[in-house]
């Protein structure tokens, strides 16, 4: 299969983007399909993975380099999260730190990003956890009911949280909850906030976490808030301003998340022209046969033309144009293509492709998850029928 290949002019970062996934492809190399074999069948979470990814810098690429990071853009950001998926890893364990601190850096004031920034840049601290879905409202999120009550110098917080991944293995997580009631607001995007909380002081004082076994290893849980207490100062920006914070780092999310359908499409493609190469059947290679070949094709025409999505996003963001179309087309395209991509590596398997050995299954399982989330390929429509073509709200 061809090189990938990114778009800008030489003097744009497309040679240091070269350079990174080249880097991450090494990396990536010492934690083979075994490695990732074994921990989806303990549920464990790869934490030499992750500690490798933060050692090299990776997870710290657009954090600033006053803050200790690398100071990047999200087409690097982008490049490091494909080749994640493109070499058969999965960057789910740790890709929220990437697009969470955004929140931080962006909206947060000189303190807290002084306080809390180099410290994850460096892997002192982990910010995996995102505390926004809710078992009763979903991906409506305005209708979220867990709340944050000012009380002095600090907030009171009850509620609860579902599908908070990374929950266990986190040192902060940010939290959106509710500080003025849905009936109180003038305009339907207030009412939010967004704060960090301190989950090592947190736990059993106020907090607790319960994971959820799932189809597959993503660490998923679901948080419980029971009058804990979150100083003051742990507010990021204005009170009830946090929905269109929360708004920036998501568009932010699903060009990274695209990225990653992008590399695991990228290997679905490559697995299928592999095997389909040199598997024999009535004196042939299988690859030989149309119906094997058109579909794999198919796939690969259109993930290279997600990709172009993808990346064109992702150079918007970098140059500080605001990206809703672009971020949820891309998310769009890229998970149904990743999706098409592994459906059709695992009929080209045929029976093999349903062998814990060949790795197949697994990534078709976790390439699944972005047809549903982070947000569903319908509410995306939604958005596109509505905000881009000006077609009447469906809901």
Known sequence: MSETRDLGPEDDGAEEIRSIRASVAALCAEFPGEYWRAKDTERAYPAE????????????????????????????????LEEIQKSGCNGAACHAQMYTM????????????????????????????????EPTSGTDTLSLR???????????????KVWTSRAEHSDLMLLLAR?????????????????????????????????IRAMINHAATEVFFDNLKVPAENLIGEVDKGFRYILDGMNAE???????????????????????????????PIGKNQGIQFPIAKAYAKTEAADLMVQKAASLFDDGHRIGPEANMAKLLAAEASWEAADMCLQTHGGFGFS????????????????????????????????????????
């Open 254 to 284: 699903r060009v990274l998340i695209a990225s990653e359908c992008i590399g695991d499409a990228r290997w679905f493609i490559q697995k299928a022209v592999d095997y389909a190469g040199g598997r024999e059947v009535f004196g042939a």
């Open 356 to 395: 814990e050995e060949y790795d197949v299954e697994r990534k078709f399982r976790e390439t699944r998850l972005y047809q549903v989330a982070p947000i569903s390929t319908n509410l995306i429509l939604s958005y596109i029928a509505e905000h881009v073509l000006g077609l009447p709200r469906s809901y």
């Open 146 to 160: 867990t709340t944050a009550e000012r009380h002095g110098d600090h907030f009171i917080v009850n509620g609860q």
């Open 179 to 211: 500080t003025t009631p849905k009936d109180k607001v003038e305009r339907r995007g207030e009412g939010l906030s967004v704060f960090i909380v301190d989950m090592r002081e947190a736990l059993g004082d106020g907090l607790t976490v319960r994971p």
């Open 102 to 133: 955004g929140t931080i850096l962006r909206h947060g004031s000189a303190e807290q990003k002084a306080a809390w920034l180099p410290r994850i840049a460096s892997g002192d601290l982990r910010l995996q956890a995102f505390g926004v879905t």
């Open 49 to 80: 993975f992750v500690a490798a990814l933060t050692q090299a810098g990776y997870l710290a690429a657009l954090i600033p380099e006053e803050f200790g990071g690398s100071g990047l853009g999200l087409r690097h950001a982008a490049a490091i």
